[in-house]
């Protein structure tokens, strides 16, 4: 009984057929391909910092894969437990994924920096390699190293210490202050009672610390340490300082029924004064250090590479450290001859933590006016001291290149020479020449009008001594003794003259040279500062601009110096020193520590103008 379709027909079957298992068999290969394409085998650490003594865990992972033959690496210097392998699955987004793991325990025996090397596991035929770990092992505190002094009155079972990350620091430089609990004693929470004043330093409290707890052996006894408060400490002043002591107060728990009825027993604790040496930072520093101390990084930007002698050009510099950021100052841009250069604004200021310490960023904006046109180019540094190394690094920026073309206000320096008079060639005239040139002579002329000027002034004069109305022997003189006939003494056109006298002509102050900075700046007074520097410029602008004290407001100081032709860069600096000047008189708002800033800025929007209206 065979088929009663065509040959055809059952040929085209046959082949659907192998098309679907090729498909198939296909579809199994790229899962295969996947499969192997997704398994890595990597190394870890526990912990970023290693502490020479304390015990931490290293793991090897194999995802993807089922791992057999597994091979540790060598562990030069480090003292290994035993492994442990641990096998898993994890679901993602529908997505299945199995995970194997090998961990060991590891002590270092002393600091230093260690390679870990790779480790092997075979896995679908292959043998895979996993990726060395560098380990930084550092020392114990004093507190690790069983020379933790333990406070008296106590059997030793609990203490607190308090300690520094190191032992020496640079004025400057983060700091960070700890407290640890070693016990031996279960705990249930503590409190804070007492911390100490840290004079002539700069503190702010941490929120994102370690509170793992770490197992350490101090004089024969092992003991659970746990960090229980962490400040970031900045000195101020260079030498020897002694911290007194923290009063902290944690809860004991109680065995057995009286645990159970009258909870855990509060016990008060306090830490031993610790001791910090603090120096001054060399006196060998370079021109661009602005009191950074630490690490720094920095990036350099500009709002355009082309513009005209009529535009300005701005320059935002971003810089981030860990150090004091209240003894930061703004970097020094030095710029060729061809670019005047304002005094910098700080645009945004921040204080952030991280995982490990405090950072500070800072973005200030430079604003530059170019006064000669030509390809220019910015080369920018900044330099700042580096604790870990005890010396001074620089950090480049790449070459700024700028383009400036003419304005349209633009004069070449040779445009703007004053040209030299020439001296006239030596005279060879006639005598009638001479006669000629003498009688038409202004000189001669007013000498001979000087005769009849005196005729005329003496006619004057007795003119007015006839008709004097001050006069009181002038029957004419006083008030409503007119005759008729009489008229009311007026102008040539006329017109009555008011009987009240004309209004005076409003006087203006004497232009003064630009005050010195140590005639106006107190740190204690800067309300005196600013309002010193306000009435300058009211006096500065009523004398050279002739400019009312009605009119002493922003708008009309806008107006009028543009009508006298002044440049918008320098009127919007003008008008910014006027507003910082009204809100510290005004406002309350005077910053002190932008006074000579404030100072250098006026001086240069000043002069500016002298030179330029």
């Known amino acids: 009984m065979g088929c009663s379709c065509p040959r055809s027909c059952r040929t085209t079957g046959v082949f659907t057929l192998g098309t679907w298992a090729g498909a198939l068999f296909l579809l199994l290969y790229s899962w295969s391909l996947q499969a192997q394409s997704g398994i890595t085998f990597e190394g870890s650490v526990s912990t970023k910092e290693v502490i020479a003594g304390v015990p931490f865990e290293l793991s090897f992972t194999l995802k993807n894969a089922e791992g057999s033959r597994f091979n540790p690496p060598a562990l030069t210097g480090f003292k290994r437990g035993g492994i442990s392998e641990v096998r898993g699955m994890s679901i993602i987004n529908g997505r299945s994924s199995s995970n194997q793991s090998w961990t060991m325990e590891l002590i270092a025996s002393k600091p230093g920096t260690y390679v870990i090397g790779s480790a092997t596991v075979s896995a679908n035929g292959r043998q895979l390699s996993s990726n060395p770990i560098t380990v930084q092992v550092i020392p114990l505190s004093a507190s690790s190293k069983g020379q933790v002094n333990i406070p008296p009155g106590n059997d030793g079972k609990i203490f607190i210490a308090a300690e520094f990350d190191k032992k020496e620091a640079w004025v400057g430089q983060q700091l960070t202050w700890r407290i640890r609990l070693y016990t031996q004693l279960s705990v249930e929470g503590y409190d804070l009672l007492d911390l100490p004043e840290f004079e002539k330093f700069f503190t702010r409290e941490k929120v994102r610390y370690d509170k793992r ?17 962490e400040e970031a400490v900045f000195p101020q002043e260079a030498g020897e300082y002694t911290i007194p002591p923290a009063r902290i107060s944690v809860g004991i728990e109680q065995p057995g029924a009286q645990g159970f009825l009258f909870g ?8 031993q004064p610790i001791k910090l040496k603090v120096k001054s930072l060399p006196q060998t520093a370079p021109a661009t250090f602005t009191g950074g101390v630490g690490s720094y990084e920095w990036t350099v930007t500009t709002d355009t590479s082309t513009l005209s002698t009529d535009d300005a050009l701005t320059v935002i510099i971003e810089v981030t450290g860990n150090g004091d950021s209240r003894r930061f100052a703004a970097p020094i841009l030095q710029t060729p001859p061809a670019f005047e250069v304002f005094e910098p604004r700080v645009m945004e200021e921040e204080e952030y933590e991280s ?7 800072k973005k200030f904006e430079y604003v530059l006016l170019p006064k000669d046109t030509g390809l220019q180019t910015l080369s920018l540094s900044l330099s700042y001291f580096d604790a870990d190394s005890s010396r001074f690094r620089d950090l480049h920026a790449d070459s700024i ?3 400036v073309n003419a304005g349209k206000n633009f004069k070449s320096p040779e445009d703007l020479a004053i040209p030299q008079p020439i001296a006239p060639a030596p005279s060879s005239d006639s005598f009638s020449e001479k006669i000629n040139r003498w009688l038409q002579s202004p000189l001669l002329w007013s000498i001979l009008a000087l005769p009849f000027l005196a005729l005329g002034l003496i006619a004057i004069l007795r003119r007015k001594k006839t008709s004097n109305p001050s006069n009181p022997s002038n029957p004419s003189n006083r008030q409503g003794d007119h005759k008729q006939g009489d008229h009311k003494q007026g102008d040539h056109k006329g017109r009555p003259y008011s009987n009240q006298s004309n209004p005076p002509v409003p006087t203006f102050h004497t232009l003064t040279p630009f005050p010195p900075l140590t005639t106006l700046t107190n740190p204690s007074e800067p309300e005196r500062f600013y309002d010193a520097l306000f009435h300058y410029l009211q006096d500065w602008l009523g004398s050279k601009f002739r400019i009312q004290p009605a009119q002493m407001n922003e708008s009309d100081i806008s107006r009028i110096l543009q009508e006298r032709g002044a440049s918008p860069i320098r009127i919007q600096a003008l008008l910014s020193v006027w507003q910082l000047c009204e809100q510290a008189i005004y406002g309350g708002h005077a910053p002190a520590e932008e006074m000579e800033s404030t100072w250098l800025l006026t001086k240069q929007v000043v002069e500016a103008l002298e030179r330029e209206v």
């Open 355 to 361: 995982e490990t310490e405090i950072m500070h960023r």
């Open 264 to 271: 855990p027993k509060p016990v008060a604790l306090e830490t």
């Open 401 to 403: 290149r700028i383009r």
């Open 213 to 229: 707890v770490e197992y350490l052996t101090i004089k024969g006894k092992k003991y659970a340490v746990r960090t229980l408060h």
